[in-house]
């Protein structure tokens, strides 16, 4: 899905060489979203030069479909252009974008009604984000390999918590907004299925080794 001619959008996993505007104070991404929603359309590719890696991996490893999550990141940029009206100035942007993202995440789902597939490490974005590795030992590709196919095998519902948390680094106030319960349910909620994670990445560590 492609925006308007005028504000096309392309993923990419490459570095963005720096701005030379960089070194200025860069408005902040609820001042970029306050200018879109007034109109200023043009400040979203700035948004999503900020945003699309990361929301690319939130996808990718949820759904274990590389070239469908570039897709997905399309669908959250023209629901942002969409829906802008309907960001609130005392808003967070990390919290709306991600709240736009598990909607697109669950028409997919409801749409193909598909199990993820374990995808290949190297596939994965590099944006700086610290996966939830279950060991130390978790150092080789094929390690990296069983670690996103256990991740693939838990429920959504823990997967996205563990997704948000460890990869989107999104805080537990940011998420409990997102899942609409308690900063303390989050945190059980994280807890459990890094509990799940480590399990099921030992069990097919096992089963490849024997």
Known sequence: MLLAPSIQLRVHSGPIAPSLTDAVEAPTDHELMIAVRAGEIRRLGELFERHHRPLYGFFVRLTGQPSVSEDLVQIVFYRILKYRHTYRDEGKFSAWIYHLARKVTADHFRKHASTPTPTDPANLPDHGD?????????????????????????????????????????????????????????????????????????????????
């Open 130 to 210: 610290s996966g939830p590795l279950p060991s130390a030992q978790a150092e080789t590709a094929e390690d990296v390999a069983l670690l996103h196919t256990a991740l693939a095998r838990l429920p959504l519902e823990q997967r996205e918590v563990l997704v948000l948390s460890r990869f989107q680094n999104l805080e537990h106030k940011e998420i409990a907004l997102l899942l609409d319960c308690t900063v303390g349910a989050v945190k059980v909620r994280a807890h459990r299925a890094l509990k799940e994670l480590r399990e099921l990445y030992f069990k097919i560590r096992r089963e490849h080794a024997a």
